[in-house]
């Protein structure tokens, strides 16, 4: 049997692939501002999709994703520590979990939430793009369990745009510290006339 759509359905999947495209984006760039300018632009995407659908723990967390974006870029901009921002915004995630308690399908949202917000308060991408992936899968099973189609079409692509950007913009960093490091120790090992 084929399952029918409302028009709300519709409409609400459809405003998802929108922050789909912003999403995707985001995680192929090398600096932190951009990696967050374009995960902050998809957060309310996301948020009316999952209000539309009547996931409020997705929404609400997307919402606050909006602020936490914003605050760490800025933070992040100054060279301050995140670790007070990581702190409280955990918190308010939690609180907002259990405000709009879904069941045990809220603790996917609150796991990835927490996760992205101590990656996002780390300056390194690398880094921000490792610490998203457990993130994502957290997301995934949330979009599955809500059939959230361009949830789970993010968050598929979202993993491949994540070790794409690891390979393309990380393993050359990870390669060159290797071969500096390795001509370092080649000059202190050279004899001194």
């Not at 914003?70 to 301050?80: A, Y």
């Not at 959230?148 to 070790?163: D, F």
Request: proline content about 3%; glycine content about 6%; hydrophobic content about 50%.
């Amino acid at each position: 049997m084929i399952r029918e759509w409302s028009t709300t359905e519709i409409i609400a999947q459809g405003i998802g692939y929108i922050g789909l495209v912003m999403c995707i984006l985001s995680f192929q760039f090398k600096k932190h501002k951009t990696v967050l300018l374009f995960r902050t632009l998809s957060e309310p995407f996301f948020a009316a999709q999952y209000l539309l659908m009547g996931a409020y723990t997705g929404c609400a967390a997307c919402l606050l994703g909006v602020v936490r974006n914003l605050v760490f870029t800025r933070v992040v901009e100054k060279g301050r520590s995140t670790l007070p921002w990581q702190i409280l915004f955990g918190a308010v995630y939690t609180l907002a979990g259990i405000l709009t308690w879904e069941g045990p399908l809220s603790l996917f949202v609150i796991t990835a939430k927490l996760i992205s917000t101590v990656a996002y308060g780390i300056s390194d991408t690398m880094i921000v793009r490792i610490m998203s992936l457990p993130a994502s899968f957290c997301w995934m099973a949330y979009n599955i369990i809500c059939f959230a189609t361009a949830g789970i079409l993010t968050e598929i692509i979202s993993e491949i745009s994540i070790v794409v950007g690891f390979i393309r913009l990380d393993v050359p960093r990870i390669k060159a510290a290797r071969a500096e490091k390795k001509a370092a120790l080649s000059e202190e090992r050279r004899p001194r006339e």
